[in-house]
């Protein structure tokens, strides 16, 4: 295999095609600096930092065609240093050892199951998608999620698996745990149901907060503020995380404005808010039933102190029309 050819090419065997595929990556490098001479001590020193899992402080690599070879061994966590940033990492293996990739996506209305090639199981809600890898050789297992899912992960203690959204990296050893995170939302959640999961953050205003869970407790990360923290929530219920599974609504603190949206893709259907006055209002409701749309509408209203309507194909909850009917009873 060309691993195995590169392996080869590097411990000073005679590889042909190990030499051009370790080129063609030493190649799609921009703007090192190479000079004629090497500085000996500096790359022993640098390689002892490596072995004790340290950064390499060097940024320009010197080196003469004569230690090319040598300069291999070192050469991508130097180079690190200067150019490849973190989330590259995944990219630079992939030119030695591909992974291939496959992602399933639910359109509204509808939800699945997806296992995993370990044997992890991920249900997927409405409007989601999941990328992942078909098989787990790297030394973690990585996923990548857009919306909602529930997790039922296989425990491997030498292999964690990390769940990564847009502004977070769940990572676990093996547990079930329920992540919301719609990009069209303001707010990603985690919620853990047995187990224990490590939540971090990526984006660049939460990439130094990191929280660990326990069953019964949520971390959530609010994208609109400027300055955003993860927060935590102690001593949740956790027989309604992850109903949805079930085609079952839990409501469990939720602003008006995520419930419509919730709505709209549970049920594959045009729901929009008339009053933005309770868009902010926070609704706990569990629906133990399978109930149409108009139902769940009517149940709402009753609690909101409103009404709602039905303009086409569209359902508009506190409608224009259903103030009159919200003075009414004040």
Same mark, same amino acid.
């Given at each position: 295999?060309?691993?195995?050819?590169?392996?080869?090419?590097?411990?000073?065997?005679?590889?042909?095609?190990?030499?051009?595929?370790?080129?063609?990556?030493?190649?799609?490098? $921009?703007?090192? &600096?190479?000079?004629?001479?090497?500085? #000996?001590?500096?790359? &022993?020193?640098?390689?002892?930092?490596?072995?004790?899992?340290?950064?390499?402080?060097?940024?320009? +690599?010197?080196?003469?065609?004569?230690?090319?070879?040598?300069?291999?061994?070192?050469?991508?966590?130097?180079?690190?240093?200067?150019? +490849?940033?973190?989330?590259?990492?995944?990219?630079?293996? !992939?030119?030695?050892? $591909?992974?291939?990739?496959?992602?399933?996506?639910?359109?509204?209305?509808?939800?699945?199951?997806?296992?995993?090639?370990?044997?992890?199981?991920? /249900?997927?809600?409405?409007?989601?998608?999941?990328?992942? $890898?078909? !098989?787990?050789?790297?030394?973690?297992?990585?996923?990548?999620?857009?919306?909602?899912?529930?997790?039922?992960?296989?425990?491997?203690?030498?292999?964690?698996?990390?769940?990564?959204?847009?502004?977070?990296?769940?990572?676990?050893?093996?547990?079930?745990?329920?992540? &919301?995170?719609?990009?069209?939302?303001? =707010?990603?959640?985690? #919620?853990?149901?047995?187990?224990?999961? !490590?939540?971090?953050?990526?984006?660049?205003?939460?990439?130094?907060?990191?929280? !660990?869970?326990? $069953?019964?407790?949520?971390?959530?990360?609010?994208?609109?503020?400027?300055?955003?923290?993860?927060?935590?929530?102690?001593?949740?219920?956790?027989?309604?995380?992850?109903? /949805?599974?079930?085609? =079952?609504?839990?409501?469990?603190?939720?602003?008006?404005?995520?419930?419509?949206?919730?709505?709209?893709?549970?049920?594959?259907?045009?729901?929009?808010?008339?009053?933005?006055?309770?868009? %902010? &209002?926070?609704?706990?409701?569990?629906?133990? %039933?399978?109930?149409?749309?108009?139902?769940?509408?009517?149940?709402?209203?009753?609690?909101?102190?409103?009404?709602?309507?039905?303009?086409?194909?569209?359902?508009?909850?506190?409608? %224009?029309?259903?103030?009159?009917?919200? =003075?009414?009873?004040?």
């Amino acid at each position: 295999m060309d691993k195995k050819k590169v392996e080869d090419f590097l411990n000073g065997k005679d590889s042909v095609k190990g030499e051009q595929i370790f080129n063609k990556w030493y190649d799609s490098f $921009p703007e090192v &600096q190479y000079h004629a001479e090497i500085d #000996t001590q500096l790359l &022993q020193k640098e390689v002892d930092r490596i072995k004790n899992g340290k950064q390499p402080v060097v940024k320009v +690599i010197y080196f003469s065609s004569a230690w090319r070879k040598i300069a291999a061994v070192v050469l991508p966590l130097i180079i690190a240093s200067a150019i +490849i940033t973190y989330s590259n990492r995944s990219a630079l293996l !992939n030119v030695f050892d $591909p992974v291939a990739y496959s992602q399933s996506a639910v359109p509204a209305g509808k939800r699945t199951q997806v296992t995993l090639a370990d044997g992890s199981i991920v /249900w997927l809600n409405a409007g989601s998608s999941l990328r992942y $890898p078909e !098989n787990f050789k790297r030394t973690t297992r990585e996923v990548y999620l857009s919306g909602e899912a529930f997790f039922e992960v296989a425990r491997d203690e030498h292999k964690p698996f990390i769940v990564y959204t847009k502004n977070l990296a769940v990572r676990v050893l093996g547990t079930s745990f329920n992540i &919301q995170a719609y990009p069209e939302r303001d =707010k990603e959640e985690v #919620t853990v149901v047995t187990g224990k999961v !490590n939540v971090t953050g990526t984006s660049t205003s939460n990439a130094k907060e990191s929280v !660990n869970l326990v $069953p019964g407790q949520r971390a959530t990360y609010a994208t609109t503020k400027e300055v955003s923290a993860i927060s935590l929530q102690h001593n949740l219920r956790t027989e309604g995380v992850g109903v /949805w599974r079930e085609s =079952k609504l839990v409501f469990d603190g939720m602003s008006v404005r995520d419930i419509v949206l919730t709505l709209q893709q549970h049920y594959a259907a045009s729901v929009t808010l008339g009053d933005s006055s309770l868009s %902010e &209002q926070k609704i706990s409701a569990e629906f133990v %039933e399978v109930l149409p749309l108009e139902k769940v509408l009517g149940l709402l209203s009753v609690t909101l102190n409103t009404c709602y309507s039905k303009e086409g194909e569209n359902y508009v909850l506190g409608a %224009e029309a259903c103030r009159s009917v919200k =003075k009414e009873s004040n």
